[in-house]
């Protein structure tokens, strides 16, 4: 009723209202409303910021679908004048599978000239060109750009470090070099700031226990990891990883280790 109002006594206040709702959703931490009022502003730059500011993290956590569904609500030309979007863009393409795609605009950014921070971006950039060396099957390059990757972020940065080096592991674990793998998947483990990162690389270095025989270490490994995840209302990405963990820790329970499959049981449900 009072919007209404207003488009007939006063509509120039409309885009006002919208650019204040957005700055106190985003101050209160709900993204999503206060996109949706940057955009009913018809004000795509104030958009931009919010994605710039806050897609990383959905990105790192497994929210892909989010984070797509925001750019598409920006212009095209938008997100190719903006590297930092074109880089988010290029992480989107890469996560859901269109390799094709993900190369094409990795290899634009390579070239462009106008990076922003450049050490930081140049990690970030290499990183998503590792991963998309790994899907293509050349782990060698994927572990050179891995490297390249961790020269240019900063230690600071470490929800990125700690994805780098799971890739970094990855590709390792691929050319059969396990110790080195066990030291990335270490490291991953150590500077991880998010929960997400740091538990996926507990997923690996369990595996990698396991293909080395120590069972006994990969089951308590996998038992603590069961622990710190087990939240009253995990998110549907920690459901997904807390499965993938709990299914690693019944096989290593069954081969020696099943004294610990009650508790881990109960932590679980």
């Known amino acids: 009723m009072l919007l209404v109002q207003l488009q007939t ?40 910021d919010l994605i710039e500011q806050h897609a990383w993290d959905l990105l790192e956590n497994g929210n892909v679908l989010v984070v797509r569904s925001w750019l598409n609500s920006l212009p095209a030309t938008l997100i190719q004048a903006r590297p930092w979007l074109s880089l988010l863009e290029a992480g989107v393409l890469l996560t859901t599978g269109q390799l094709t795609a993900a190369e094409q605009a990795i290899a634009l950014l390579r070239a462009r000239p106008d990076w922003p921070n450049k050490t930081v971006f140049a990690g970030e950039l290499a990183h998503l060109a590792g991963v998309l060396a790994r899907f293509q099957g050349d ?35 691929a ?14 483990g150590a500077v991880a700031a998010s929960s997400q990162a740091s538990h996926g690389a507990a997923l690996g270095l369990g595996w990698l226990y396991v293909r080395q025989g120590r069972l006994a270490e990969a089951a308590t490994l996998y ?13 549907l990405s920690t459901q997904g990883l807390l499965t993938r963990v709990w ?19 109960a932590l679980a449900c």
């Open 223 to 235: 038992h603590y990891t069961i622990a710190q995840m087990a939240t009253p209302n995990p998110d």
């Open 139 to 173: 782990n060698p390059a994927a572990i050179r750009l891995a490297e390249e990757a961790l020269r240019h972020l900063p230690p600071h940065h470490k929800s990125a470090r700690a994805a780098v080096l799971l890739n970094l592991a990855i590709a390792h674990i």
């Open 175 to 188: 050319t059969g070099n396990t110790a080195a793998a066990s030291e990335a998947l270490t490291s991953a």
């Open 247 to 265: 299914e690693k820790y019944c096989c290593c329970a069954a081969n020696g280790m099943k004294r610990r499959l009650p508790s881990a049981r």
């Open 9 to 48: 006594t006063q509509p120039q206040q409309i885009p006002t209202l919208h650019r204040r709702a957005s700055h106190w959703y985003a101050q209160d931490g709900q993204i999503t409303p206060a996109l949706h009022h940057a955009l009913a502003a018809e004000d795509p730059a104030l958009a931009a």
